[in-house]
């Protein structure tokens, strides 16, 4: 199912939980790994100098200092890299989701693993472009994306038991194959799972009791007909509807699961000015779940 | 040692000597050796007896050490108005001084000259325009660069960008097949978004041939997509060159006069083939003085007009609103303070001083506008113009050269400062990290792009 | 002496002026390069002229420009100063007097009360162009003797001139150190910085061209300056 993972990683403790699931992985499913990481960020102007993400210090990139980084890379997962068979590193420079997707670009990958970034992406070099890395690589990846927030989501089980979470979109359709194809080829539990989103900006001042039963019974009766039909003989799956705001209902749903995987459409074109701090639905969730996020968004 | 290794009168001219010099982190070694550089000062006034005629020669003899140029001058007035950065002290105590001496100047001097010419000018020619003789000391410092460059007293930097245009006809090291792969890729990523979306390549006849900076193609290719977002969208029949893209020019910058001729002779070349009626160029003003202003003389054009009509991107932009090829939607105007940032290379340099003020007019929710003071051909520099912001070596200089766009823009309360240009945009974002006064800075075209009405055949299927 | 004085020191004193100025200023615009200003003269020739004669004009306004605006005294000196220096020598009766007898024609003349108080002005404004030499930092890095030898050869023909005119001492002596100051103003302009008073035309017509041609003056765009 995953053949090619590339693994987009600031190579610091900010990303050593995104890395416990890559190298898993990898290892689990045979996948080989690309190690990607964007050292600088351009600055001053023309120039080829950038600003090194980690240390703050401006430097000036040559083929050497790259070759340099790749080492510090190879050296901070000299662990899990003795037991990775296909891993390969690669160091670049620009802005990260730019680079990162130029990687996809150039190398395929059935899936991103995002690893989280250095410092605060608050700073002026990213403020460059709107929304945050995550938020523009799941905007235009040509692969689903995972990632993993909390460092308690990354001690994962497996792959076995997947949380699909629907809002019925478009998106949500190709997400759900994705999640299917996954739980069929990785022989898993599937549980697919709507939440009502009650919440007064959504639904007006307060929805009367009557209504949210009968949206939770259409809402259902959605399930059935948009995925279960198309699930044929796969038997091994449950659906629930739950009200509430979406993202809390889909983190609670998940824990009482014991799922170790949420697959989710990644829904917003508009990528959000203000960046990280409101973030979309699927942040939330990936800031909240106890275990990886997987976002398909094509 | 006369010539170095890495610092010489010899200008780059192949990938390899191009990687040997980037390899000499941040120019350590090329700045020592330019320690040692000889002068070549049968050159230097040979050079100068050949081409400083009576316009600079004049300027420099009546120059009436009036002192009324100081005030003009936003690095003489953020340096505490130190006397040293009086325009006219600074070109007469280096290019007066070198006519003068009939080019008999010693090495020390060159690097004095070259840290004036590079770290106490801008080129943004404000001066000029408020000296009652006229005397135009930007022009002068060009002129100066020029003859530094020859000499082989250049910043590292823009002898590695000036050697770029020569080899790759491009800032930066992008080769002209990774630009159209570029364009494509971004079309690629925002065609489910706007159906139908393409990048014509190399069309015959277009309206418009679209023109770049390379650093779009290499950090920011968004930038591109929303370009053809926006041509797209206008219904406009546009195209892209595979050669002859790159509309900038760091040469401009550096002096290297033969480099200029190359690389927007390549452009020239680009018109004549595909003969567009029009040319437009991306949001950058070097770019647009370089290729459109300055260029036709470096081309030996009498006219001193490019093969085609060129335009400015907030050019194209403003006629689209104003005859509606483009539609906004009203709720989405900005409802925030914004300013706007007038760049020298095509306000005072090429008089489009009203047209960014007209898109304003249509994408800013009105009441929210305000004014830098001065602006229009009175607006400073945005203090990293004419390669400021690119110098490593004069980094502390131009930080400080930042304090008056610092203090303009607080001046006017805005939120939000609009930047059409690639070089303030950059300078901009640089004074945000260095005194985090809390704004944010654009482009045009995302905003634009950001409150398009797209008329129904061009919205996504959902 | 006198004769040798006002006749043939007078004549060369202002053939070398007239001549040399033409001279200079004919050589300044055959010295305009297209190419290398990088102003195509010659092709716009009509609004060339036309941001050339916009570009003198704004400056000889007073507060006709930004830059008169910017610095209201240096304007006012500046003003004062050249009305002296360029009325008192062309139109004061007794050059004009002098004049006839030597050309044979005369110019409008002012009032002696009126070239009084211009002298004075004169004067006046030099004193008060020295001390900003002195007392401005910006100006001060950019003077040196030169400057204040330029200074002495224009104020010295009113200098004397308005001793001879108020006759202090001997009468005689002070025309004819006005007269010689007068003619040594006469030999420097083309040769000194004083070319400035043909020479500034020149200069600011040239910018006026720039402006009016390639800096926007094609688009239409009409200078603020
Ligand atoms: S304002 Fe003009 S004349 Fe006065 S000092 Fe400056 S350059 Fe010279
Ligand atoms: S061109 Fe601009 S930076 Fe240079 S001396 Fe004049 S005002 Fe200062
Ligand atoms: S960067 Fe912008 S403001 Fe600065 S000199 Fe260039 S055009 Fe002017």
Known sequence: MFKKILFATSATEASDHAARVAFNMAGTLGATLNIFHVLGVPTRGFSQVVLDVKTKEEVAVDGEYISWVEEEIKNYYANQLANCANCSIKASVGVPHREILRQAREIEPDLIVLGGTTGSEEDSVYKASTGSTLQRVAKASPCPILAVNRPAASFWGGLSNIVFGTDFSKASDKAFEFAFKMATSLNGELHIFHALDITPKNMGMSMPQDEIDHKIREAYKMIRSKYISKMKDFKNYSMNVWEGIPYVEIVKYTREKQADLIIMAHNSRKLDADGPKIGSNMEQVIMRANCPVISVNR | ?462 | MYEFITGFMFWLALGVCLIGMAVRTILYFKGLRWNLDRVAYRAYPARGFKGAIRSIYKWILPFGTHGWRKQPFMAVLFFSFHIGAVFVPLFLLAHNLFLKEKLGFSLITINGGVADFLSWLVIITLILIILRRLALPEVRILTNWYDYLIILISAAPFITGLLARYEVGNYSFWLLAHIISGEILLFAIPFTKLSHIFLFFASRAQLGMDYGIKRGGLRGTVMDW
């Open chain 2, 1 to 462: 040692m006369p010539e170095g290794i890495f610092c010489n009168k010899k200008p780059i001219e192949t990938q390899e000597e191009l990687t040997a010099l980037l390899g000499d982190t941040s120019g350590t070694q090329y700045y020592k050796e330019m320690k040692e550089l000889d002068i070549d000062t049968k050159l230097l006034w040979t050079t100068i007896q050949n081409t400083c005629k009576s316009r600079i020669r004049t300027w420099l003899e009546i120059c009436a050490h009036c002192g009324m140029c100081a005030d003009s001058c936003f690095l003489y007035l953020v340096n505490d108005r130190d006397p040293k950065q009086v325009p006219a002290y600074k070109i007469q105590s280096t290019l007066g001084e070198i006519v003068k001496r009939k080019g008999n100047v010693d090495n020390e001097f060159m690097r004095m000259a070259m840290e004036t010419a590079w770290a106490k000018c801008t080129c943004c020619n404000r001066c000029g325009i408020y000296c009652p003789h006229g005397i135009d000391v930007g022009i002068m410092f060009g002129y100066l660069r020029g003859l530094l460059y020859q000499q082989g007293f250049v910043p590292w930097e823009l002898k590695i960008g000036a050697g770029m245009h020569r080899v790759y006809r491009a800032q930066m090291d992008v080769s002209e097949e990774e630009f159209v792969e570029t364009f494509q890729w971004m079309v690629e990523e925002n065609e489910e978004e706007y159906p139908g979306l393409t990048v014509p390549v190399d069309v015959e006849n277009a309206d418009i041939m679209y023109t770049v900076n390379a650093r779009e193609v290499k950090h920011y290719p968004e930038d591109l997509a929303e370009a053809a977002i926006l041509f797209h969208a206008a219904g406009e029949n546009w195209t892209i060159t595979s050669k002859g893209w790159e509309q900038t020019s760091l040469a401009m910058f550096a002096g290297d006069w033969a480099a200029c001729k190359m690389q927007v002779e390549n452009v020239y070349a680009a018109m004549e083939r595909l003969k567009p009626k029009r040319m437009v160029g991306t949001e950058c003003g070097h770019a647009h003085r370089a290729t459109v202003v300055e260029g036709p003389y470096w081309a030996g054009r009498q006219d001193g007009r490019p093969p085609v009509e060129c335009i400015h991107y907030i050019e194209w932009l403003a006629e689209a609103l104003r005859e509606g090829k483009l539609k906004i939607d009203p709720e989405r105007r900005i409802k925030v303070p914004v300013t706007l940032q007038d760049s020298c290379n095509y306000v005072r340099n090429h008089g489009l001083r009203e047209v960014a003020r007209e898109i304003l007019s249509y994408i800013v929710e009105p009441g929210y506008y305000r004014e830098m003071s001065p602006n229009r051909e009175h607006n400073f520099c945005c203090g990293g113009g004419g390669g400021f912001n690119g110098i490593g070596l004069f980094r502390p200089q131009r930080n400080k050269g930042l304090i008056t766009k610092r203090d303009q823009i607080l001046a006017t309360g805005a939120e939000l400062v609009i930047a059409p240009c690639h070089n303030c945009w950059d300078a901009i974002r640089d004074l945000e990290e260095e005194f985090e006064i809390g704004i944010k800075w654009s482009f045009l075209k995302p905003l634009v792009v950001s409150m398009l009405e797209l008329p129904d055949h061009m919205k996504p299927e959902e």
